[in-house]
């Protein structure tokens, strides 16, 4: 691996050695991937065009100008599907309904081989910049502390991710940045990993937004502080199908009754598509889905 030590870990960050992986991995046993840098930038198509012409031009020129920049160990684009009212069961005390006028359309997710490697991507950077009028309306980053982008371990040899949820969390007054990152990794993920439901789970917390961290000219980045978001999730499944289940399932109860007091918003996102287009540091010839 290029940039992440492969761990088999207990969640109060206890690592601990094991050769072996059970299709079904419990908490101690599942395996996570440390990231060294991951950028996660939202994204909002012109509305000034048919949508599917944005979304087209993302994945097709604008795609070859990330694909570009020095350093990638992995460039994924999240395209969201169009019908998103948010997914998560409504909850008192928090936003599960995904305002209308704030509903993401995609999200690029840029993960870098080092956290000096962002520096050698100057050039691709600029054409990126450049670029992006004729696609957003609005773009904002969202990035982390390094090795704070975790990927686990959760599905079986052979098992295929045929359905994504995306989750932003907006944190609870009085909920600190340090408590919210605890909370995700040394108790939310084991809970997820308990369901047994999920083939994909990667977490992000993140540092707080900075409008200088991605001021590209002619988009907008408007983030007021009350619509800003503070970690997200993508969770895979074998098919939507199963997405459908888990989200009627028991173990949602269970899971909001553990974020309701440290979360204010939990908007959760039908993914319509995930695709990569560098990989372990290499660019794919055509798009992974």
């Known amino acids: 691996m290029t940039t992440g030590e492969h761990r088999n870990c207990t969640f109060g960050d206890q690592e601990e050695k094991s050769s072996t992986m059970s299709t079904s991995p419990s ?10 840098l991951t950028s996660s930038i939202l994204l909002w198509v012109r509305t000034d065009q048919p949508r599917q ?24 684009q999240i395209h969201l599907a169009e ?29 870098f081989q080092s956290a000096l490697t962002p520096l050698k991507g100057r050039k691709q950077t600029k054409l990126a910049h450049a670029d992006e009028i004729n696609v957003f309306r609005r773009t904002l980053l969202y990035a982390g502390p390094p090795n704070s982008s975790r990927w686990y371990d959760v599905a079986g040899p052979g098992e295929r ?6 989750i932003y969390l907006r944190r609870r007054d009085g909920v600190g940045a340090g408590e919210l990152r605890k909370f995700v990794n040394q108790q939310l993920v084991p809970a ?7 083939k ?8 707080p937004w900075s409008e200088k961290l991605w001021d590209t000219p002619n988009v907008a980045h408007d ?10 999730l993508v969770l895979g499944f074998s098919d939507s199908a199963a997405r459908d289940a888990f989200f009627t399932s028991n173990a949602i109860e269970g899971l909001t009754n553990q974020l309701a007091p440290h979360a204010s918003a939990i908007h959760a996102y039908d ?6 287009f560098v990989k372990n540091g290499d660019i794919l010839p055509r798009y992974q889905e």
């Open 192 to 198: 997820l990993a308990d369901t047994a439901a999920l």
């Open 53 to 76: 012409t944005g979304m087209d031009h993302w994945k097709g020129p604008h795609s070859g100008i990330i694909s570009a920049t020095p350093g990638l160990e992995e460039y994924r």
């Open 223 to 232: 983030n007021p502080h009350d619509q800003r978001f503070h970690a997200s």
């Open 271 to 276: 993914v319509a598509a995930a695709l990569t």
């Open 161 to 166: 991710v045929g359905a994504r949820t995306l």
């Open 200 to 207: 994909e789970l990667r977490t992000q917390t993140f540092l």
């Open 83 to 111: 019908h998103n009212p948010g997914r998560w069961p409504a909850t008192d005390g928090v936003q599960t309904s995904i305002p209308p006028d704030r509903k993401i359309d995609g999200v690029a997710e840029v993960t």
């Open 27 to 36: 908490a101690a046993q599942l395996g996570v991937e440390k990231k060294h």
